[in-house]
């Protein structure tokens, strides 16, 4: 009895590091689940070594972007990865490591019928995008809305087949190139759907983040381990 009041006397005076939950989605080529389950990907490798190297217990999950990217904003011990930096979410989290860089553009299978020549033109057409992710906030900002222009999806796990499907009710979807030239080495019939207006704003970062509530001796190792392979 004496030896385990000491132990959670000790543990109160020096608490041990809670574990972490890192949460992720599918994004090809960035990160995504193969046909035996494994998460691999351009950036996969990086974030792995990272967290190892860090000593910082870990679970990983892969989930639909919007489960991800709320438990990352109310948790504070969730980190999340690749999510772009946007002014709107700087406060709410921890930057801890740039891992890549993207482009978005607009996509269509009917690009004979499409007609932008700015960011603008698009607001005449049905576009379907990922709910919470970088792209359905831009447009937000940008006075686009989902009662005249937005199809929120839940997932881009099935999209190639929604947009299939549903080819006279979506006119427009917003894809990462890399997330469509990935897809397209899988399934030619995608041939047919087009990049039709690259979206202006440049080449954005994805990053490794956490909850901005996060314990600093968490964040302290975390941030280490990354800056180690930033400066390989």
Not at 11 to 27: G, M, Q, R, S, Y
Not at 104 to 123: M, R, T
Not at 173 to 194: G, H, I, M, R, T
Not at 212 to 227: G, H, Q
């Amino acid at each position: 009895m004496r030896n385990l009041l000491i132990l959670s006397l000790l543990l109160l005076i020096f608490p041990c590091f809670a574990a972490i939950t890192v949460v992720t989605e599918n994004l090809p080529n960035f990160h995504y689940q193969n046909e035996k389950g494994e998460l691999v990907g351009t950036v996969v490798d990086k974030v792995k070594a990272a967290l190892t190297r860090s000593g910082v217990n870990y679970t990983l999950s892969v989930n639909p972007w919007s489960v991800s990217y709320n438990a990352a904003l109310r948790d504070s011990n969730t980190c999340i990865f690749s999510m772009a930096r946007l002014p709107v979410r700087e406060a709410h989290f921890k930057w801890i490591s740039k891992l890549s860089n993207f482009t978005v553009s607009f996509y269509s299978f009917k690009p004979e019928h499409i007609n932008i020549v700015n960011l603008g033109d698009a607001k005449r057409y049905r576009i379907a995008v990922l709910k919470d992710n970088y792209s359905h906030i831009y447009l937000a900002e940008h006075g686009f809305n989902e009662k005249n222009q937005l199809i929120l999806l839940n997932s881009f796990d099935n999209i190639y087949d929604i947009l299939k499907s549903r080819r006279n009710s979506i006119d427009l979807v917003v894809l990462s190139d890399e997330q469509f030239n990935f897809a397209l080495q899988q399934d030619p019939s995608l041939s047919s759907l087009k990049p039709v207006y690259e979206i202006p704003v440049g080449s954005q970062e994805l990053y490794f983040a956490c909850n901005k509530n996060i314990n600093n001796s968490t964040l302290e190792k975390l941030t280490n381990a990354f800056a180690f392979d930033d400066k390989k």
